[in-house]
């Protein structure tokens, strides 16, 4: 099992910075991709970005040039720092990875989730 975790959220005023970040840890053989989601009020979990191990990224529409991932991998961290935030960036966020066991399964585990709120 994965368990994380997570720290970073808060309030922030827009076209502020704020930086999550996300440590991994537990019994697993490898991680894969890790990454953010996020899930505002009344709408589906979307999602925000992610990394692979080897640094290749994937961003949403929403927050492409604006956002920026990396990933740690001898600490097993993920970091979103996220620039000129705007209200509709207000959600909650969740840190997730793909890993496996010893015997090669995977899952996807997902981190209890943090507020980030853009409100002046």
């Known amino acids: 099992q994965v368990h994380f975790v997570e720290s970073g959220g808060g309030l922030v005023q827009p076209g502020g910075s704020l930086r999550l970040s996300c440590a991994a840890s537990?019994?697993?053989?490898?991680?894969?991709?890790m990454g953010w989601y996020r899930q505002a009020p009344g709408k589906q979990r979307e999602l925000v970005a992610d990394?692979?191990?080897?640094?290749?990224?994937n961003y949403g529409d929403d927050v492409k040039g604006r956002f920026t991932i990396s990933r740690d991998n001898a600490k097993n961290t993920v970091v979103l720092q996220m620039g000129r935030l705007k209200p509709d960036d207000t959600a909650v966020y969740y840190c997730?990875?793909?890993?496996?066991?010893?015997?090669?399964?995977?899952?996807?585990?997902w981190g209890q989730g943090t507020l980030v709120t853009v409100s002046s």
């Open positions: 997730t990875t793909r890993y496996s066991d010893a015997v090669g399964r995977t899952f996807d585990a």
């Open positions: 537990g019994s697993f053989f490898s991680l894969y991709a």
């Open positions: 990394i692979t191990p080897d640094g290749g990224t």
